[in-house]
């Protein structure tokens, strides 16, 4: 199943409310709160008015970005993150695996990224909430393998990966490298990100996103397809963009429902 919505990074310097607004009206589903703004670990107030603004314009809570660093933050932030991720009704917790690159991380700090994670899964597993790695460079998922070899080694059957498609390989790579973590995969940020060029419109990589929404979808878990960053910003454009993801997922459905 894939749903569509927006990480609330996108738009750091909006408040919640103004969001919530933008969400709905461009007509996505669900919002991945984040927690560097707009709901921060431990502020129990905050995160109850937005987990209630949320529902009340008919919209999902689809995650808990959090910046919970795995191998830096004490368990103090780590239970104020699921602590958190509990007030707004949070499917999976968003993390984030260390501050090095896998080629800078020898193995004792590895090992400190390893515990922390799995101390956070089963924390989370006993609430119901899964726990999700941010795809992203200079932490221990910059590459496909040690994304792989960090499931492995967490050994946990409630921790997952984010995917987004990385900047410096090509389609056939990045395609393979989202089927090889398809059996771990939580949710997708939607971006069009070309080295050298900056943020583009998602329209200009539709054809790239088909795919790798189409594998997405072969699975029957919940996935959500969320759109993180903009060009120059804007809201406005932020509606563009949100067309553009509804139209790839009504024609993925439509594709699904005609070989019913």
Known sequence: MLQAGLVSVTFRALPPEEIVKLVAKAGLEGIEWGGDVHVPPGDTAIAEHVRAITVDAGLQVAAYGSYFRAGEDDAKVRHAVLHTALLLQAPTIRIWA??????????????????????????????????SFEFHPNTL????????????????????????????????????????????????HVMHHVPGKGRLPLADASDDWLNYLRLVTKSTNKHW????????????????????????????????????
């Open 98 to 131: 260390g501050r090095r690159g896998s080629a800078n991380a020898d193995a004792s700090y590895r090992q400190k990224v390893v515990a922390d994670s799995r101390a956070l899964a089963e924390e989370a597993a006993a609430e119901g909430i899964t726990v």
């Open 141 to 188: 998922t910059d590459t496909l393998e040690s994304t792989l070899t960090l499931l492995d080694e967490v050994n946990s059957n409630n921790i997952y990966t984010y995917w987004q498609p990385p900047g410096d390989i090509d389609f056939p790579s990045r395609l393979a490298g989202l089927e090889a973590v398809f059996p771990r995969l939580s949710n997708v």
């Open 225 to 260: 397809a969320m759109i993180e960053f903009v060009p120059d910003n804007s809201p406005d454009v932020f509606y563009d963009e949100a067309r553009t993801l509804l139209s790839w997922v009504g024609k993925i459905q439509a594709e699904l429902n005609a070989g019913d």
